[in-house]
């Protein structure tokens, strides 16, 4: 096996630099930036000050050590000083912190900064040792930037007047010779008082925990340093990353715990060193000190709570909480929210609930410390055995650790320990933990951590609740993941086990897959099945019924869509929020069968419910708005669009419509500037829908060319096609206003591009690729270079499958076309390229072939020389060798160029007599006869 690398658990400056280059995850870019801000500072008279907070153990001397160590391979345009602060010394005045920096300097650059200076300057007095020492320094500097590092700046700040503070900053902004990186444990008061001194000074990073999959890579990352394949693949495996995920929840992200488990989880190390010791060690002699100290400083009600917290393995709810230290709801609340501002602890969201756990998990270690009694084993190290281990594993480990050694390893009572409590439960701890962890997960809102978590569950076990599969079938609903949501609700539906409620719940995952899938007929039976069924509750029973009346509305059963809207306005509990949707969805009925009035009746019940959600009655007045709009009352559609973007609560989009509809009410009826004011600000709204703010800069476009202003105009329907995600047909009707316009209208590509937008009006399964191809037609018409043109195109291309849009062949030509612009010292490289993407695509190369061949009359009329033709046919040739598709292409384009060169039609004779006609019509020629 290999070597071992030297990896110090507590103290990362002491590790090589290239082990902990190796180790890093999470922060590659937050280590680049600072490290370009340092160089920055070093190079320029802008000086930086950076600050990285995190809890113990979070990975801040990490970060400083690699910065340190990449500054120096980097290289700078002037040279610099690096002070390092010992991070044990006081520093409570200036003076001892200049004093600092000098000793730092001075045993880093003895040369530059010999130590005599210092015996010098303490000889001085104490009324001019301050002044005296300053200007030594910056004499000593030579006009040469000094990066000052510090660690646990927010301690050295506690000891540290006002005032002596003040003398820092104006010595650092006075002389703009020093460049600052720290760290600090918590952003105090120090940092974000606006009366302190350093208040606003400093970039601030925020180190956060790592993430399941992130503790995994670093776990990886170590195995490798070590040699440890055998682990790597165990990482890898579904049941070590199950594993993985019940680890961090007992231990959280933090990057020295899974630094210092990683020789206690690697298993043929186990029996093998100290690991165990090392860990009670630091245990005792550096986290408990640090927590009790802590513990001291918040309230006794305050400790309280985070004694509880230390004693669980999971987020619990404030209502468990409150019952278990027996304090208040309302007080509890006031205390968590103090704990939190505090950095104690960390809340999630779940529903209307919030669940509470540690902010450090290393807290809850030093407590059991605290409550151990003698030499009786740590709770969290026995717990991690019983979650990384099989029972088996630990109980072969513990007889061939055991045996004939007096006394037992330490190492092995753990071990026996933890077999004990396996012996004892009847079910794995592991499964335990991560059942209890899912249960606070949101299924329609769950991140993509959360989401793996709940698909590593449900993979590794057979046995898994009903709940946890349900949540896993609509968060892969939610992702869009339909087959699967359906797979997993499946195995509910068809478990005989199975309660009511639960098959209700899987159906309905089934019937939204179903209906997002298109599977219209399948939904409605799904849901014609769920509000059938007896011991339903009435708002599961009500959300069957819209869904039912949508999809009726869908299939043209308008009848039946209003009578199922109709059954849920109607149904007892069936929750204000699915009675707000059923009276939307028939309002919108109604407003398309042209009965106006009852779709004003049902929009406003919708916004006079009792109960009903603000983004809720922000749709309904918008769509009241419309009615009135399309009524033509104007001010009572002013009236309802106002208040959309006045109501607090209504979400981006919505607010982003009635501010787009609003212009265009005050467009209608002549008033134009208030027009350009409203889409102007649904531009510029955070968060809004690209179909928004696409139609806002259409039709402000408009108005642009209403006043006169036609390249105001051109640009916002230049922006529109620009835009991201874009739908197809806003484009092509952008391309016509543009058109329209005479924007190059008598060019040959503008004509092109007509015949496009008819194409892609009558395709009715519009890719959202074709946006690229429309992207690409206006790239080539850009300024530039040649070369940057063609590599924009060529980025273009690699977009996605755009073979399947009916602009592809159009796309092929404009490459070929622009292709021929250039030098022909470059084409080989860029035709290679093009070939290679167009590959690719299904049909892709015979596309790109027949573009080639019909680029024939261009090259009859442009103006390259023998030698350039020649090149132009050896380029294409050896781009495209051993491609089946471009075989034919290649042997028409010889046979055309030859012909352009001669003007001989022995230059056909290559050909067959089913091939000539191809290159003829290629080059505009008669046929032969």
């Not at 928004?692 to 108005?703: E, H, K, T």
Request: glycine content about 6%; charged content about 30%.
């Amino acid at each position: 096996m290999k070597q071992k690398e030297f990896i110090s658990r507590f103290s990362p400056n002491q590790t090589s630099p290239e082990v902990l280059e190796k180790m890093l995850v999470q922060r590659s870019s937050m280590i680049d930036d600072a490290v370009a801000l340092c160089v920055e500072s070093i190079d320029t008279p802008e000086k930086h000050h950076l600050l990285f907070v995190g809890p113990r153990g979070i990975g801040k001397t990490h970060l400083l050590t690699l910065l340190n160590h990449r500054l120096e391979q980097t290289k700078t345009k002037r040279k610099y000083w690096v002070a390092w602060l010992n991070e044990d010394k006081t520093k409570a005045s200036f003076l001892q912190l200049i004093r600092q920096i000098h000793e730092a300097l001075s045993s880093r650059y003895p040369d530059a900064f010999p130590a005599e200076d210092i015996e010098e300057m303490k000889q001085l007095s104490l009324k001019s040792i301050e002044y005296e020492w300053k200007k030594l320094l910056l004499l000593r500097m030579k006009k040469h930037t000094v990066l000052v590092l510090m660690e646990n700046l927010d301690a050295a700040f506690k000891d540290m007047k006002p005032v002596e503070q003040k003398k820092w900053r104006s010595f650092i902004q006075d002389s703009r010779l020093f460049s600052t990186v720290a760290t600090a444990q918590s952003l105090t008061d120090y940092f974000t008082d606006y009366g302190e001194p350093f208040y606003g000074f400093f970039k601030t990073w925020h180190l956060k925990p790592l993430t399941a999959e992130e503790s995994s890579e670093l776990l990886k990352n170590i195995a490798e340093l070590n040699g440890n394949t055998a682990m790597i693949n165990y990482l890898e495996s579904l049941d070590g990353r199950a594993r993985i995920y019940a680890l961090h929840c007992l231990s959280g992200g933090n990057p020295r715990l899974y630094v210092v488990l990683s020789g206690i989880l690697a298993r043929q190390d186990y029996g093998n060193h100290g690991t165990i010791e090392e860990f009670e060690e630091m245990v005792d002699q550096q986290l408990t000190p640090y927590y009790q100290e802590r513990l001291r400083w918040i309230s006794s009600q305050q400790r309280e709570i985070v004694e509880y917290l230390c004693s669980q393995n999971s987020p619990v709810p404030v209502k468990t909480i409150s019952r278990e230290t027996f304090i208040p709801h309302t007080t509890l609340t006031s205390q968590l929210k103090s704990l939190k501002e505090l950095g104690y602890v960390v809340s999630s969201p779940h529903g209307r609930e919030s669940f509470y756990e540690l902010s450090e998990p290393l807290m809850r270690i030093a407590m059991q410390v605290k409550d151990a009694r003698g030499m009786q084993p740590l709770k969290t190290i026995v717990d991690f055995l019983q979650i990384w281990y099989r029972q088996e594993e630990l109980e072969r480990m513990v007889a061939e650790g055991s045996s004939g050694g007096i006394p037992i390893p330490r190492r092995m009572v753990y071990a026996e320990t933890a077999c004990r409590e396996m012996r004892l439960s009847s079910e794995s701890l592991c499964f335990q933990i991560l059942r209890e962890s899912v249960q606070s997960i949101d299924a329609e809102k769950c991140s993509e951590e959360e989401f793996k978590k709940l698909h590593t569950i449900v993979c590794w076990r057979n046995n898994i609740d009903s709940e946890t599969i349900l949540k896993y079938a609509r968060a892969c609903m939610r992702r869009g993941k339909y087959q699967e949501s359906i797979e997993y609700s499946t195995r509910i539906i068809e478990d005989d086990n199975s309660e009511t409620t639960d098959i209700a719940e899987a159906l309905y995952n089934v019937e939204l897959s179903h209906f997002s899938l298109g599977n219209i007929l399948n939904a409605i039976t799904i849901c014609t099945r769920i509000i059938g069924m007896k011991g339903v509750e009435a708002s599961l029973i009500a959300l069957a019924l819209v869904d039912r009346g949508v999809d009726y509305w869908k299939l043209g059963e308008k009848e039946k869509a209003l009578e199922d809207y109709t059954r849920v306005i109607e149904l007892d509990g069936a929750g204000v929020s699915t009675v707000a949707r059923a009276l939307i969805h028939r309002g919108n009925a109604y407003s398309r069968l042209g009965e106006k009035k009852k779709a004003l009746e049902d929009y406003t019940r919708v916004i006079e419910l009792d109960g009903a959600d603000a983004s809720t009655i922000a749709w309904a007045l918008l769509k009241r708005g419309d009615v009135y709009s399309g009524l033509e009352e104007k001010e009572r559609a002013l009236e309802d669009y106002t208040r959309v973007t006045e109501l607090d609560g209504a979400d981006a989009s919505t607010i982003a419509w009635a501010l787009l509809n609003r212009g265009d009410v005050y467009s209608y009826f002549g008033e134009k500037k208030k027009a350009l004011e409203d889409y102007t600000e649904a531009i510029k709204l955070d968060g809004a829908n690209v179909s928004i703010i696409a139609w806002a800069l259409l039709n402000r476009g408009d108005v642009y060319s209403y006043f006169g202003k036609k390249k105001k105009a051109l640009k916002d329907y230049a922006r529109v096609i620009e835009l991201e995600g874009v739908e197809i047909f806003i484009v092509s009707f952008t391309l016509k206003k543009m058109v329209l316009l005479n924007y190059n209208v008598n060019t040959e590509s503008w004509v092109e591009k007509r015949r496009w937008i008819t194409e892609l009006e009558n395709e009715k399964d519009y890719s959202e690729i074709a946006i690229v191809c429309l992207r690409a037609a206006f790239a080539v018409r850009r300024k530039g270079s040649w070369e940057k043109r063609m590599d924009g195109l060529i980025k273009v291309l690699e977009h996605g499958n755009i073979a399947k849009v009916p602009a592809y062949g159009l796309l092929a030509q404009a490459v070929v076309d622009e292709m021929m612009n250039g030098a022909s010292s470059g084409w080989l490289g860029k035709i290679r390229k093009v070939v290679e993407v167009f590959a690719q695509h299904e049909g892709g190369l015979i596309v790109l072939g027949n573009a080639l061949v019909r680029e024939l009359k261009e090259l009859k009329v442009c103006e390259f020389n023998e030698s350039e033709l020649n090149c132009w046919v050896s380029a294409w040739t050896r781009a495209a060798k051993g491609c089946k598709e471009m075989t034919l292409p290649l042997r028409l384009l010889s046979a055309g160029v030859e012909w352009i060169k001669s003007g001989s039609d022995k230059a056909f004779l290559s050909l067959n007599l089913q091939e000539r006609p191809l290159v003829y019509a290629a080059l505009e020629l008669e046929e032969e006869k």
